[in-house]
């Protein structure tokens, strides 16, 4: 089971860096945009090409999850309009069981520009998303589930994920949180910290989140965070990723690939080691999972993967 901001990815592939500069977004961004300015973005690309896909980071881990036949779902929150139906909809049809609250305000979307050397600005509207509260959390929720992975851009609201965490351990899930950003940590960290170390079973962040939290580089970052939880992961692009478990250390390289959009790689990655957890896999081989996942995502635009591409990588995961 996955919580997290319940958003549309709008892939838009910019013919130039032009409408970067029209809508004053600093190329490579994440700009966190009201309805109107989402609006004016979507219209002024309006004759781009482009693709939608239910997003949000959680999404992106769940939504992989399911592909590789595991029982999933998902809890967040979306609008009464034609975005939230191809939110729940597009869930579906990946194979996640989606709890989506509805509410009258739009649904939230993230709007990828895609510029032509791959960099990605991306202008995101929360909208439903940010309305998420303790009240949408039930027992019944996570009734069902092993794990509940939670994506930290969540962190902002302290009440409604300490409730679903501490719910989620009350009903014996391991809680799995994924750092997000290394901003979100830094605005956050004393509370993440006090989560981590009271809720928290498997701990997922890249280098630069893995600083943030610690103070350290990734060696001796891992080494202080698997202090705190029972496994801990730091993901270091192309040198692969280290984990941690008490005295058990791995370090898991990168499949080759040909990178030309990173988007959903750390979402992806998750994806594969849970996939390995739950079915009871070395913590080696649960990272060697995750890395043939983010090695094939880094290799399309945005996070949605055709069917042949999905065959390898069951094959390659099935390899292990």
Partial sequence: MAMGNALVDIMTMLPDDKVLETLGLPKGSMQLVDFDTSSKVQKLTDGFEKSLASGGSAANTIRSLAKLGIKTGYLGKIGKDKMGNFFAEDMKKTGVLPSLIKTDTPTGCAVALVSKDSERT???????????????????????????????????????????????????????????SYNVVDANLEFLKYLVDKYVDILFANEEEARAFTGEEPLKALEMMSGICDIAV???????????????????????????????????????????????????????????????????????????????????????
């Fill in 122 to 180: 991306f202008a995101t509207y929360l909208g439903a998303a940010a309305e998420m509260s303790p009240d949408d959390i039930s027992e019944v929720t996570f009734a069902g589930y092993d794990i509940l992975h939670i994506e930290g851009y969540l962190i902002f609201n302290n009440d409604l994920i300490e409730k679903a965490v501490s719910l989620a351990k009350e009903n014996g899930l391991k809680v799995s949180l994924d750092l997000a």
């Fill in 234 to 320: 730091v993901k270091v692009g192309e040198e692969g990723s280290y984990v941690k478990r008490g005295k058990e250390f791995y370090k898991a390289g990168v499949i080759k690939a040909k990178p030309i959009d990173s988007t959903g790689a750390g979402d992806d990655y998750a994806a594969g080691f849970l996939y390995g957890l739950v079915s009871n896999w070395t913590l080696d081989k649960c990272a060697k999972a995750g890395a043939i996942i983010a090695g094939n995502v880094i290799e399309v635009i945005g996070t949605t993967m055709d069917e042949k591409r999905w065959d390898n990588i069951k094959k390659g995961i099935a390899g292990l």
